[in-house]
């Protein structure tokens, strides 16, 4: 056995600002760097980093309506311009994390993953294996990848996120936003509070101007969370705008926020 792997999932709202294109919160992105590198070299834990479109991919994606494959609008030349901005917010962010201090190397999920109608039917990860075993915190993202069925479509960085937790046995799946968890409606004040555990059943209160993204928001993000949590993954969601809450939760350490209970 290994040293436990963590997954954490950089969410797009929390590394770009979604009412602008193209806008990398750079400072954001480093100060994680820096958390994620002491976090790894304080616990001795295997890391895989994934991040959201953001105000990258997004855009793109939802006017070209490319998650439909072939039969969307756009076509064939909405997949090629979408590929090539998360290309570009890839590097965008594997160079802050670096610069933080990350040993990270970059995997796009287009060489690794392919889906049938939506959902990952095979994937090769031995990318993913090779850049571990060589002490180094391998980051992908969501993106847009072959599909048997569609010809191509949009694959979430939370469906990544899960499917890798669930597949590698994680510890620990780590939701990390721009707000302090999941919020819920408190009955007896009426007001809304952050649940610290959230279950299957609960109503969801959505904060923060949500801007509406391709692959479903906080409600995806919850149903994907639920799948690893459900195959034994303890999973969180935290906000990454609080410093070294991100670096605490890898550690173990009790932090606020929202930890899903199956």
Known sequence: MGPPLIIV???GSLITDKSRRFS?????VKRLGRELAEAVKESGVD???VHGGGSYAHPIAKEYLVSEGLRSKGGLRGFVETSRVVRMLCLDVLSNLVEGGLMAISIPASS?????SGR??????????SALRLGLVPVTSGDVVFDRDLGFTVLSGD????????????KRLIYTMNVDGIYVRDWTTGGVK????FSRGMSIVPVGGE????TGGIARKIEEGFMAAEAGVEVLFINGLAENRLKNAILGLPVPGTRLKP
């Open 9 to 11: 999932k950089l969410g």
């Open 24 to 28: 990398l919160n750079a400072d954001v």
């Open 47 to 49: 890391l895989i980093v």
């Open 112 to 116: 690794i993953f392919t889906t049938r």
């Open 120 to 129: 990952i039917s095979t994937c090769n990860l031995e990318p993913v294996f």
């Open 159 to 170: 469906e990544i996120s899960s499917y890798l937790a669930v597949r590698l046995r994680a």
């Open 194 to 197: 952050v649940a610290e555990e």
């Open 211 to 214: 801007v509406e993204d391709v």
